[in-house]
């Protein structure tokens, strides 16, 4: 099966930096959200988008809806310590198909 | 709140056992899921049922089988265990679009 494109796939970063993620597909999605995992957890929800162009905000994190409906992308603004831990985009094409999910983007925070 | 949860955290089996993951969740949901994660792979896709009895392989199913006789437990099972089945496995539940994962199983296989 298709996987997203997720980038980067690490980030080393500074606390009180923004942080910026993407994810691109070549096939169009009817949802795109974010999860995030922290260490030995399961992904929790961070974020969903149902529209193109939609961008939806959840604290210090903005999530964009791609125009063209092949990405999507997430912000953090003003890092912290509990950041830390892996991001996933995931896609849905509707009905009861699963997700699709990128390969994550392992945020680390410096202190 | 929903809740998702997988039996053990942490698991050791041997080489040709026959392994079972067992996830329940308590919210009602038609949709349940098996991922596997690996490092530097991300969340794969094993198998997913939207009802009871009903099953539908993934994107990695062999070597992998599952059962859902009731709506809230859905399992995982491994007929024959192997090192390369050594992994992460998340159970998830859903209604939409949303998944909602248990804390994972850390299963090594020796």
């Known amino acids: 099966g298709q996987q997203l494109n997720q980038s980067p796939q690490s980030m080393f970063i500074q606390e009180g930096e923004d942080v910026s993620m993407n994810c691109t597909s070549s096939?169009?999605?009817?949802?795109w959200l974010w999860y995030k995992q922290d260490p030995g957890e399961g992904p929790v929800l961070l974020i969903a988008?149902?529209?193109?162009?939609e961008l939806t905000s959840n604290g210090r994190l903005t999530a964009q809806f791609g125009i063209t409906r092949k990405d999507s992308f997430l912000n953090i603004s003003a890092s912290i310590p509990s950041d830390v831990g892996i991001y996933f985009c995931?896609?849905?094409?509707?009905?009861?198909?699963?997700?699709?999910f990128g390969k994550g983007t392992h945020l680390i925070i410096q202190p | 709140d929903v809740k998702v949860t997988q039996s053990s955290r942490y698991l050791v089996k041997r080489t040709g056992e026959k392994v079972f993951l067992e996830c329940v969740q308590d919210?009602?949901?038609?949709?349940m899921f098996w991922y596997r994660q690996d490092p530097g792979l991300g969340l794969r896709l094993i198998y997913f049922?939207?009802?009871?009895?009903?099953?539908e392989k993934g994107d990695i199913p062999e070597g992998y089988s599952v059962s859902r006789e009731k709506k809230e437990r859905f399992s995982l099972i491994l007929e024959s265990a192997s090192t390369n089945q050594t992994s992460m496995y998340l159970c998830?539940?859903?209604?939409?679009?949303?998944?909602?994962f248990g804390s994972g199983t850390q299963l090594s296989v020796l």
């Open positions: 988008l149902y529209k193109a162009g």
């Open positions: 919210m009602d949901h038609e949709n």
């Open positions: 998830a539940s859903s209604f939409s679009e949303k998944l909602f």
């Open positions: 049922s939207y009802d009871v009895k009903m099953k």
């Open positions: 995931a896609g849905h094409r509707g009905g009861a198909d699963g997700l699709t």
């Open positions: 096939s169009i999605f009817n949802t």
